[in-house]
């Protein structure tokens, strides 16, 4: 599936991102409500841009207790609302921590992609978010993330 | 009827049991019995229920088709009354037997009824099952004033929906604090004090000595300080146990649940048991066996018990207790070991939003073995990734160089390259 890529030594942190994120989906610019999240490592200068990732295994969906989050044939980890009573189990599941919550609204929330066309990607000015095909071994996707990261820390 | 695969309940446990039976074996009859009619219901949804905020329509997690569709036959309004392990057939109550090849007992926890003098001469309402949910949504329609047994997280849950209803309440608890199984001392003050700010009366560290019927329709409660409260409406929830009705120490080994080892085996040759009833191994080690009423776990144990019926070996590498909730505007959860023990460290945290409460425990080895929050619901997504790190017995020391002013992704990752795909 098509899916929101880091190129992560690209990134500068300037949260261009989160601002697309929070604007198209809630109307206003504010990063607390962006489902795209800037991680920072100033000290080592260092940025991680990281969302949902859809991953093959989702333990957010296997662990919610009303079967709120589903997959969609087109392989979006999506969140229904309506079924959603906003336990927060899934954020507590998430070994990424980019499960979020919609405090307004009472539910969980994650990157939904845009539905195919994700406002982020296209408010990166300096190229660090790209939406590319990638494999969907989420497995594999993390080991690559891992060495990458591995190695801007090392020595940490 | 006989089926090579018989279930018994209808929910998390077996239902995760179904998908993974499925998984390994597309032919074997799936014969699911459960004694509440109708398809499966979530249960951690009906507190939302009865506050008004979901629709009976919202609670069914399956539709008749799912049955189907996974070549399942659903007995409901079918509890069962004996299993014969030498006949390897279970026996329900209008008579009926079903011979199994495999039998998964998933038959979940059942309420405990606390000792009150008078409790079964007044109406009171426990909130587990949907029938429960719905008699106590029609009551508290009509009711103005409660009163909560039990500070725990069904009581709690309770509470939390009849506030949402306007009425005015009082919530007994025996501990010094509420939910003594998911906050420590600490997060029992600042949880408490927020449960008090919305107009709650707390009466901690006693219990409801008497329940009686006035005149007036009301119901009348001593506690054991001597105070007296009229209400109502009653909840009652003492806790939960595991529902052994139909299981008996011939069957298989019971010790406080049915005792299972690590591929969900009971003693019995044949019989498996997952979910809430399962006695299983504590993931935090010691050998020691565990009972934890928790969604997570349930599904987990369902799997791994479903998996190995079809012939399987697949090991459970124990339940981790786990819970989170947003009550009366306070974001709580916990993973593991959240009260520290002898040998245990303590790290509190800093730098989360407002004031959160954020607590790490890490064993003697170094090995971070629990965690507790209590904040905002942002928070939780960083307890997400400390619960990764429980998962993989990471140690504290990789870590707390960039504990503040938050957790990261990155950080759960640096280690990842041993992980095998």
Redesign the interface.
């Known amino acids: 599936m098509k899916q929101i890529v880091v190129h992560q030594e690209k990134c500068t942190a300037c949260r261009e991102c989160e601002l697309a994120c929070s604007f198209s989906h809630e109307g206003v610019f504010n990063p ?1 409500l962006s489902r795209i999240r800037v ?1 920072d ?1 100033y000290e080592e200068q ?1 940025y ?1 841009p ?1 969302t949902c990732v859809h991953c093959a295994d989702m333990p957010c969906g ?2 919610c ?3 709120a989050i589903r997959r969609d044939p087109d392989g979006t980890v999506r969140v229904l609302e ?2 959603c ?5 899934c ?11 919609a ?1 307004e609204r009472g539910v969980a929330q994650n990157c939904d992609l845009c539905g195919g066309d994700p406002e982020c990607v296209k408010f990166c000015v300096p190229g660090a978010l790209e939406f590319a095909e990638v494999e969907t ?1 989420a ?2 996707k ?2 690559f ?3 990458v ?2 190695r801007a ?1 090392a020595g ?1 | 009827m006989d089926a090579r695969y018989v279930l018994v309940g209808n929910s ?1 446990a077996s239902l995760a049991a179904v998908d993974w039976i499925r998984k390994y074996d597309r032919e074997g009859r799936i014969l699911l019995v459960n004694r509440e009619p109708g398809p499966a219901y ?4 009906l507190p ?1 229920y009865v506050a008004g ?2 629709t009976l329509e ?2 069914w ?1 399956r539709t008749p088709r799912d049955y189907e569709e996974k070549g399942v036959e659903l007995l409901d309004a079918a509890p069962v009354v004996a299993v014969d392990p030498e006949a390897r057939k279970i026996s329900l109550a209008d008579g009926r037997s079903v011979g199994y090849e495999k039998l998964l007992l998933a038959t979940g926890s059942e309420c405990v009824a606390p000792p009150v003098s008078g409790l079964s001469e007044v109406p009171v309402h426990y909130l587990w099952t949907l029938e429960d949910a719905r008699g106590l949504k029609a009551a508290a329609e009509k009711a103005r004033t409660g009163l909560v047994i039990g500070g725990g997280f069904i009581g709690m849950l309770a509470a939390e929906a009849l506030r949402k209803l306007r009425i005015r309440l009082t919530i007994v608890e025996m501990a010094p604090q509420l939910l003594p199984q998911l906050l420590d001392e600490e997060g029992g003050k600042r949880f408490g004090e927020a449960v008090r700010d919305e107009g709650v009366t707390l009466e901690l560290g006693t219990t409801v000595r008497t329940l009686a019927r006035k005149p007036s329709g009301e119901i009348e409660a001593e506690l054991g300080n001597g105070r007296k409260v009229v209400v109502d409406l009653v909840v009652v929830a003492a806790g939960v146990r595991p529902n052994l009705s139909c299981v008996t120490p011939e069957v298989c080994e019971i010790g406080r649940g049915i005792l299972v080892d690590e591929f969900l085996r009971t003693s019995r040759p044949g019989i498996f048991a997952a979910g809430d009833v399962a006695e299983v191994v504590d993931f935090l080690g010691g050998g020691q066996r565990v009972l934890h009423a928790i ?2 776990s349930a ?1 987990e144990q369902g799997r791994i018990a479903g998996a190995n019926m079809t012939g399987r070996q697949i090991a459970y590498d124990g339940s981790l207790g ?1 819970n ?3 009550l009366f505007h306070v ?1 709580l ?1 916990q ?1 593991g070991r959240f009260r520290e023990g002898p040998g245990d460290d303590v790290k509190l945290l800093g730098g989360g939003r407002g004031d959160a409460y954020r607590k790490i425990v890490v064993d003697r080895d170094g090995v971070v073995v629990g965690a507790m929050y209590l904040g ?3 928070g ?6 400390v ?2 790190w429980i ?1 993989r017995r990471a140690r504290w020391k990789d870590f707390e ?2 504990h503040q002013p ?12 041993e ?1 095998r ?1």
């Open positions: 607390a991680n490592f260092f991680l990281l296997t662990v207790p009303t079967v309506e079924r009573i906003g336990c927060k189990m954020l507590l599941a998430c070994p990424f921590g980019v499960m979020g919550f405090p071994d497995k594999a993390q080991k993330f891992a060495s990261v591995h820390l940490t | 998390a979530s249960r951690v949804a939302y905020e979901m919202d609670l997690i969604w997570p599904v786990m989170v909730v947003e974001t959860a993973i905002d619901a942002h939780v997504a960083e307890m997400g990734v619960h990764s998962r160089r960039h938050r957790f990261t992704y990155a950080l759960t990752v640096r280690d990842v390259p992980v795909t």
